[in-house]
């Protein structure tokens, strides 16, 4: 069974297509990292599956359970993490990642320990028990991705993974989603972040105006647009005329 | 003085934005509750103000005691709102960091806030003195001069606690910059209680009091009293005194005019010269000593069993956290349970069990309308408050069906403890009847079941996501739709009652026959009414939320 497909999935705001007819199909154990300029449809395509966005046209199986017939159950297999690192200003990290460990019922078993471990990944020390509206971006990004590992989803959707994030945990989250790779979760990152998308996609998908340019591995990339660098397929993919 | 403008002109173009930007329907709804409220509230002062007029002696002298009351009140309403919005909007405003990083001057950015606090604190207050004043011009026939003259004058009056505000703040964070937001707001509101409290005793409070006597000497002199105007030094006295002097020339306008403005002008010079010593600085302050302290000891410190107690200990740490909404809340508490222990001293003439009766009605129909007000202000904003942790919700495993009614429970049980203890104590006081002490109680049940209900479903039909501050949310366009949906619901529902409280008056204290049809009829039609009112928004706020893009 595959662990996410979507179907001719469309997405229109007012009078602009915002996304038209997406298909992908993705398994266990894939990095798929959706590249695209500014305003090409990533993060869109991201809040759909998340269900922060209800499609216009086609539909998303998540673990075999349609998004729209049962959205509970289908959201209930995956771990979302938006562009933007919002935490409620008057909570603290420790509190936010409890919040998030009570709605998805995370199991008490070992629980402290689990967290402490997951704190020392990301480096976060004792500004945890501080209120979040003094945390820095990189700061918030380090909770949510404590929070997003503590409930263990099977589907992971990250937007901009890398933003805000300093050499070091940069590193840590490069080398866990290549872990978690191999622990058999499914990963959707959208990013700009070339080198990151070379360095850990199985699948990489090219995006612009809502059309999906490209899907495949980089030397599928390589062959078709000529090119060796990643830059220069990006921007030769991405270009308004782009092979798809 | 030319960035101070280009602020200003920025911020009314993003506000003529917001208006083009609503739908046809809510443009319209929005103009139609605004213009229903300000024309009721005209209807119900004139009305008032004829009837004083024509009442020998003493109705102009206490129709010219209730405007400055009523000024006197809006001047420390204005004080209190100007005191909790400033923190946010000089101190704690995203917006500040990027004002802040531009080559601007920061009395430029100080000005420029000070309008927008005096705007977003001032313009429910202005909304009732506007139709207030206008109703005191006809009625004294005032001539065509009384109506500009006396709008220029509220709106220079209402620069005098905004900038006192700003002062009292900056004055406060550049002292003890290691103060919190908490604690800033308390400082100010018991410092302004304070003042209130000494202005009421140098003004002798015992004019207000209800007047009982039978000797005409007495009453004479009471007139008299009425028409010395006390507490010279006070700004609303000014201000009444430019009304006035229109009525009867018994005070100099003139002279009272300039003296606003002057005072006016020179608070906003201080409080621009004590922004020019010490804003820049106070700013930083906050920022580098905002939220440090560790938080050790919290209902979620450690994960909850379950979803609904983990959603309640949220929304509970999110309000205790934040100082404008238990502020605000508790200042209403408190001016609840002066004018419920006020009502032990009722006067003389509601010793009869007829005129009690009436009194527990009244009482009740006062009642439900502030709790439509609270609701409002503190129950409307708390789906819009999600705004940080929607990307959350929304992709969790929960529904907002569930979020939605956690968050209804909550409110619920808040709202009838207020209406009970409220109405409960109010009827001790009063003396009612045993049956109506406690009938009331029960139908305040459904008040507060119907309202949290239609203050969360709008709330979540009209919700501000790009919005922080509850009362800004509650000021919007939704608010205030919400705002007359729920005083009509308390008017439709005393509409209901009147015929089973007729018959119940008439037969106690009249010993007419009682119809039980309809009275049995009117509180059947009541049950079904409330059923329809505790469903209905509900549903339209979970299908709202269900089917919206975040």
């Given at each position: 069974m595959n662990r996410l497909v979507i179907k001719n999935l469309k997405k229109k705001f007012n009078n602009t297509w915002a996304l038209e007819g997406l298909n992908l199909q993705l398994n266990q154990g894939e990095i798929f990292v959706l590249l695209g300029p500014n305003g090409a449809g990533k993060t869109t395509t991201l809040k759909l599956i998340a269900g922060l966005l209800r499609p216009t046209e086609g539909e998303i199986v998540i673990e075999g359970t349609n998004l729209n017939d049962d959205p509970i159950k289908a959201k209930s297999y995956l771990g979302y993490v938006p562009d933007e690192p919002f935490i409620y200003n008057k909570l603290t990290g420790r509190e936010f990642i409890n919040f998030v460990a009570g709605i998805y019922n995370v199991s008490k078993q070992n629980y402290e320990t689990r967290l402490t471990e997951l704190m020392e990944t990301f480096d976060i020390g004792t500004w945890v028990d501080e209120l979040s509206e003094s945390y820095s971006h990189g700061m918030k990004q380090r909770?949510?991705?404590?929070?997003?590992?503590?409930?263990?989803?099977?589907?992971?959707?990250?937007?901009?993974?890398?933003?805000?994030?300093?050499?070091?945990?940069?590193?840590?989250?490069?080398?866990?989603?290549?872990?978690?790779?191999?622990?058999?979760?499914?990963?959707?990152?959208?990013t700009h972040t070339l080198s990151f998308a070379r360095e850990v996609a199985t699948k990489i998908g090219i995006i612009n105006r809502g059309e999906l340019k490209f899907i495949g591995d980089i030397e599928e990339l390589s062959r078709i647009s000529g090119k060796k660098d990643i830059e220069d397929i990006y921007l030769k993919l991405s270009a308004d005329n782009g092979i798809v | 003085m030319n960035d101070f403008l280009l602020i200003l002109r920025v911020r009314a173009r993003m506000f003529f934005a917001s208006i083009r930007s609503l739908s046809a329907i809510r443009a319209v709804s929005f103009v139609f509750v605004i213009a229903c409220f300000v024309l009721g509230a005209y209807y119900i002062f004139i009305r008032v103000f004829g009837y004083l007029m024509s009442v020998e002696v003493i109705g102009p002298g206490l129709l010219d005691r209730l405007i400055e009351m009523a000024l006197f009140v809006f001047f420390i309403m204005l004080l209190f709102s100007n005191v909790i919005t400033s923190f946010s909007t000089f101190y704690n405003s995203r917006e500040l960091d990027f004002l802040f990083s531009l080559p601007v001057p920061p009395t430029s950015i100080y000005l420029a806030k000070l309008f927008e606090n005096c705007l977003y604190a001032s313009w429910a207050t202005l909304t009732i003195a506007f139709p207030l004043i206008i109703a005191y011009g006809v009625r004294i026939g005032a001539p065509i001069l009384y109506y500009p003259l006396s709008i220029a004058s509220i709106v220079i009056y209402l620069f005098i606690p905004a900038a006192v505000a700003s002062m009292l703040i900056a004055i406060l964070l550049r002292i003890f910059p290691k103060l919190g937001a908490r604690e800033v707001i308390m400082i100010s509101i018991a410092f302004i209680l304070g003042?209130?409290?000494?202005?009421?005793?140098?003004?002798?409070?015992g004019l207000l009091k209800i007047f009982e006597t039978e000797n005409e000497q007495t009453l004479l002199l009471f007139a008299a009293q009425l028409t010395t105007v006390g507490g010279v030094y006070v700004p609303s006295t000014w201000l009444s005194?430019?009304?006035?002097?229109?009525?009867?020339?018994?005070?100099?306008?003139?002279?009272?005019?300039?003296l606003l403005s002057f005072v006016s002008l020179s608070t906003v010079l201080i409080s621009f010269l004590i922004a020019k010593a010490c804003y820049v600085r106070s700013w930083l302050s906050t920022g580098e000593h905002a939220s440090k302290r560790s938080r050790r000891k919290s209902l979620l410190f450690h994960p909850q069993r379950q979803v609904a107690r983990t959603i309640l200990f949220k929304d509970l740490l999110v309000f205790v956290r934040e100082p404008t909404q238990w502020v605000q809340l508790s200042i209403f508490l408190i001016l609840l349970a002066v004018y419920v222990f006020s009502l032990r001293k009722t006067p003389i003439y509601f010793v009869f069990p007829l005129w009690r009766t009436i009194v527990a009605f009244a009482n009740f129909a006062y009642i439900s309308f502030v709790l439509a007000t609270l609701g409002v202000r503190f129950m409307f904003p708390t789906m819009s408050l999600e705004r940080a942790g929607i990307w959350f919700i929304g992709s969790a495993p929960i529904s907002f069906k569930k979020v939605l009614l956690v968050k209804y429970f909550f409110n619920l049980v808040t709202a009838v403890v207020i209406i009970e203890v409220l109405l409960l104590s109010a009827n001790l006081f009063i003396r009612v009847g045993r049956g109506l002490y406690f009938l009331l109680p029960i139908i305040g049940l459904f008040?507060?079941?119907?309202?949290v209900s239609i203050n969360l479903g709008l709330g979540s039909r009209f919700p501000h996501f790009h919005e922080d501050n509850p009362s800004r949310i509650a000021a919007g366009s939704g608010g205030i739709i919400t705002a007359l949906?729920?005083?009509?619901?308390?008017?439709?529902?005393?509409?209901?009652?009147?015929?089973?409280?007729?018959?119940?008056?008439?037969?106690?204290?009249?010993?007419?026959?009682?119809?039980?049809?309809?009275?049995?009829?009117?509180?059947?039609f009541f049950v079904l009414f409330n059923i329809f009112t505790i469903i209905v928004p509900l549903r339209i706020g979970i299908k709202s939320l269900e089917r919206r893009d975040y």
């Open positions: 909770v949510i991705m404590c929070q997003l590992l503590l409930h263990n989803p099977n589907l992971v959707l990250i937007d901009e993974p890398l933003v805000g994030l300093d050499p070091k945990t940069s590193k840590t989250v490069r080398e866990l989603f290549v872990r978690l790779k191999e622990e058999g979760k499914t990963l959707f990152i959208s | 003042l209130t409290y000494l202005y009421i005793k140098i003004n002798n409070p005194n430019i009304l006035r002097g229109f009525s009867d020339g018994s005070a100099d306008w003139t002279f009272s005019f300039l008040v507060a079941a119907s309202l949906i729920s005083i009509a619901y308390v008017g439709i529902s005393i509409v209901i009652l009147a015929t089973p409280a007729y018959n119940y008056l008439s037969h106690t204290f009249m010993r007419m026959p009682v119809n039980y049809l309809l009275v049995y009829s009117g509180f059947a």
